[in-house]
């Protein structure tokens, strides 16, 4: 198994509510490190704070060296600018108020640059219009293309128009071209040759595509790319000019850890949950209900727990998770369990506060400033 039982051990975990989140920063600080290794050094990396939403994370990873973060909401980029990061892409397309939100958002934080998304050239004269009716001179957004990999999410795809989209963009008198997005999270084979190889075929369409437009006389100043399964392919790339932008792996979670085995990656992130009902022979009833975890994933395929030698996730309701097991009988009615979310990412925006977890002791509090979609702006 890919997790260290003992890691997971809390001293003092009766002071925990449950159910709780829970962050050992030890863990974060490991894979950070990891995936600074991994990604050939601090400044090759843009990492997504979808997963952590959390300031703490963002200054360790500062202090780390990784100085370019990425994000998806104003109020992430908002919690991000608080942190002290500098450089900020939202990797979102802005419509509607966002289009207002994101200029006040360079208003308040004048010495940060912010990135965003564009895939349609309705886009790019929207954001020019309230930029421009702004009449604020001083505000300077960069918009990188955002390319359709295979994913079908967003993204213009390659060819004519997105050539003729980037020549928009790189005329504008009111914003700055940024360069080229390509998030691939689609590859999530668990055959590492063939997911390397489904990798490789979008990445070479790619430069092809990027070499087109330096070769028209376009600037490409960077290539932001990456999810958590093309993250160690693309990194053997080498390229000058590319920001890997993995999210998940800071936390990691049961469903990388199994796919992607060849990943070094620990959970540093669960849930203590406890058992409010054991009347029946190998069950549990446990109060880590789907309100209380990620419920995107499969029933009976949401939570991990190193602490059992197996389970069987039986019936998952609003507050109540029902387990069987054979290791049932070691525990009685209050006894904690620490879980690991099969997805992390949605798990943490869940919680308003995680209980951080220092040498097996609750030491503190961190806040999830990040879960809301508005803080100031």
């Not at 966002?98 to 998304?117: G, M, W």
């Not at 006389?217 to 390229?239: M, R, Y």
């Not at 049932?328 to 990412?345: M, N, T």
Request: aromatic share 6%; net charge negative.
């Amino acid at each position: 198994m890919y997790w260290k039982p003992e890691v997971y051990k809390i001293e003092n975990a009766g002071s925990v509510f449950s159910p709780g989140l829970l962050i050992f920063s030890d863990l974060v600080k490991q894979n950070l490190v990891e995936m600074i290794r991994i990604a050939g050094g601090p400044e090759r990396l843009r990492p997504h704070c979808k997963t952590h939403k959390t300031q703490e994370v963002v200054k360790i990873a500062l202090e780390l060296g990784v100085t370019r973060h990425k994000c998806a909401t104003i109020a992430e980029a908002e919690m991000l600018a608080d942190a002290g990061v500098k450089d900020i892409l939202v990797a979102y397309q802005m419509v509607g108020p966002n289009l207002l939100r994101i200029l006040r958002l360079a208003q308040k934080y004048p010495d940060v640059e912010f990135s965003t998304l564009v895939d349609h050239p309705r886009a790019v004269t929207q954001l020019s219009r309230v930029i421009q009716e702004s009449g604020d001179s001083s505000v300077s957004i960069k918009v990188l293309v955002d390319l359709n990999s295979g994913m079908n999410r967003t993204g213009i795809s390659i060819g004519p128009q997105a050539i003729e989209l980037y020549e928009m963009i790189y005329s504008s008198d009111v914003l700055n071209i940024g360069g080229l997005h390509w998030y691939d999270g689609q590859h999530r084979q668990g055959d590492l040759i063939e997911r390397t190889g489904a990798v490789n075929a979008g990445w070479d369409q790619l430069i092809r595509f990027r070499d087109q437009l330096l070769l028209s006389g376009l600037p490409v100043p960077c290539i932001v790319a990456a999810g958590t399964g093309s993250f160690p392919v693309l990194a053997d790339h080498g390229e000058p000019n590319l920001e890997l932008s993995p999210g998940t792996t800071v936390y990691h979670d049961d469903d990388m850890a199994t796919r992607f085995p060849e990943m070094k990656f620990q959970p540093a992130l669960a849930i203590l949950t406890r058992v409010i009902s054991c009347n029946r022979a190998n069950e549990l009833t446990l109060d880590v209900g789907h309100k209380a975890c990620a419920a995107d994933q499969p029933a009976g395929q949401r939570l991990a727990f190193p602490e059992l030698s197996s389970v069987t996730e039986v019936m998952h309701s609003e507050e109540h998770l029902v387990i069987q097991t054979p290791d049932a009988d070691q525990f009685k009615l209050g006894d904690h369990l620490v879980a690991i979310p099969r997805h992390a990412c949605p798990t943490s925006a869940v919680y308003q506060f995680a209980n951080v977890i220092v040498d097996g002791k609750v030491a503190g509090r961190w806040e999830i400033v990040g879960r809301d979609r508005v803080l100031t702006i």
